[in-house]
């Protein structure tokens, strides 16, 4: 035990002024550290709410380019897109997933066409596209491992066709890094990154998510036979460790806020390239309070994001990356 060195420590001398506590200040959170989630859909000239999601919209292609431009001017450098994917469109076998014309693919093309220098982040997973809600295939009421890698290749290299930066494989199915990156490699995608949602757990912080993408009222029981358990560390830390190995270039721990003890975890093991998704339900959390006042907004905000890093990751998906970004000043105070 560390005992008390009083007076030659006075803990409040490093605190006395803004401009002492700026001097010894340990984490820095920044307008590059944020990666801003999206929601698409159909259709023209719309900016739609979503009801658990105050403050989060859904865009149609015309209303999403303007909106990404404004990301832009606030400084943000990346975004990751997410699809509404109107009912006649999904099926059981989920087609519309490896469609180069649906929708998160030609989004993409706009944005880099528009916005070469911005970054941009799709999902691998089926869920946005299945008619059972699932991130796989389902056969007999079960996931499909391996006949689901195939549809997740499909999907990859479509994505990577249309100029995805970054692959966000966010299924937990097993051998699916592998899988995608032999795919990149043999199709000449050999620049483009995978981001392993590699420690995701089965979280009920994801409801307003699947409100979002219309997947709530399909997805028949749960996801706990692919993802993590929220119990279990030794067991994200296996999943990390596989995806690294099968050449994710950067990895995510996902829900945040509940998890930073794994994500502390995942970068003291590997000093790999560490990401957090700050989830839907985190957000609803905070900004239902912010919106009644409960909370400060700014103040909230900022520490919230600051702790992920603290916790040692390198950036964060949140949808308070706008705000955020509005918050922060570029000396990162
Ligand atoms: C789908 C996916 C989910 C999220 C990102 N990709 C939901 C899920 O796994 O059910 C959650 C994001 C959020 O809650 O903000 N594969």
């Not at 698409?40 to 999601?53: A, D, L, T, Y």
């Not at 990859?156 to 692959?167: H, P, S, T």
Request: aromatic fraction near 8%; hydrophobic fraction near 40%.
């Amino acid at each position: 035990m560390m005992l008390s060195n009083f007076p030659n420590r006075r803990g409040r001398r490093l605190r006395q002024n803004s401009g002492i506590r700026y001097l010894i200040r340990e984490t820095r959170l920044s307008k590059s550290d944020l990666i801003c989630p999206i929601f698409v859909r159909e259709g023209e000239n719309i900016i739609e709410k979503i009801p658990s999601m105050p403050g989060v919209y859904r865009y149609s292609l015309d209303t999403l380019v303007p909106y990404v431009e404004k990301l832009i001017s606030y400084g943000i450098l990346a975004v990751a897109l997410f699809p509404l994917t109107p009912s006649k469109k999904k099926s059981s076998t989920c087609e519309e997933a490896w469609n180069p014309e649906n929708l998160v693919n030609i989004a993409t093309r706009q944005l880099k066409k528009n916005f070469p220098d911005l970054i941009v982040m799709l999902d691998v997973a089926l869920d946005p596209y299945n008619s059972d809600g699932h991130d796989g295939l389902l056969l007999g009421g079960k996931v499909i491992n391996d006949s689901t890698l195939l549809a997740l290749e499909k999907q990859a290299l479509v994505q990577a066709g249309a100029g995805a930066d970054i692959l966000g494989p966010s299924d937990m199915m097993d051998g699916r890094i592998k899988t995608i990156r032999i795919a990149l490699e043999e199709n000449g995608f050999k620049d483009t990154l995978i981001m392993s949602y590699a420690a995701k757990f089965a979280s009920a912080f994801y409801g307003p998510f699947r409100e979002a993408v219309g997947a709530q009222d399909l997805l028949k029981g749960d996801k706990k036979t692919y993802q993590i358990d929220p119990s279990n560390m030794e067991e994200a830390i296996r999943e990390v460790e596989e995806d690294i190995n099968e050449g994710a270039d950067m990895v995510m721990v996902k829900p945040g806020m509940p998890y930073l003890d794994i994500i502390s975890e995942v970068k003291r093991k590997f000093n790999f390239p560490t990401f957090a998704y700050q989830v839907s339900g985190e957000y609803a959390m905070l900004r239902g309070a912010i919106e009644s006042n409960w909370l400060d907004k700014n103040k909230t905000i900022i520490e919230s994001l600051t702790c992920f890093k603290r916790a040692g990751c390198d950036g964060i998906l949140t949808y308070f990356a706008p705000d955020a970004a509005l918050i922060l000043d570029d000396s990162g105070r």
